[in-house]
């Protein structure tokens, strides 16, 4: 049997929100570091989800989540998963996605191994 998203939301919501992409980590004195700009961000979006969607609790089963990046804001649409044009950011999707991913981990779901399936999108 194909595994497949649940049709209807658990959780639609839009975040106004610049995104930027994950940085990479940084490496000084021996130590491995994430830069400042990525934590800031990752709070920032963090701050906003929690705004948006004061009385959310993070999801805690198999989940698909539907990404939406454009110039001015995030869009997250998470889904229960059944068995298990004109481009303008620069970034790449993977690290939009990541730095999203990251963010929101203890806050939309509990943990994100819970992603089974990711689609995203850059406009």
Not at 19 to 26: D, G, L, S, T, Y
Not at 37 to 60: G, N
Not at 82 to 94: H, N, S, V
Request: aromatic residues 10%.
């Amino acid at each position: 049997m194909k595994a497949t998203p649940n049709p209807w939301p658990l959780l639609e919501v839009a975040l106004e929100w610049k995104p930027q992409v994950k940085e990479r980590p940084r490496f000084a004195n021996g130590r491995v570091y994430t830069p400042k700009k990525t934590l800031d961000a990752e709070r920032s979006l963090a701050e906003q989800f929690q705004a948006a969607a004061a009385d959310w609790e993070p999801y805690e089963k198999p989940c698909h989540v539907e990404w939406t990046f454009t110039n001015s804001h995030v869009g997250v649409i998470l889904r229960e998963y059944d068995d298990y044009t004109q481009r303008q950011l620069r970034g790449d999707l993977d690290n939009y996605v990541k730095m999203a991913s990251d963010a929101l981990n203890g806050i939309l779901f509990d943990d994100d191994k819970r992603v089974v399936r990711s689609d995203a999108v850059k406009l």
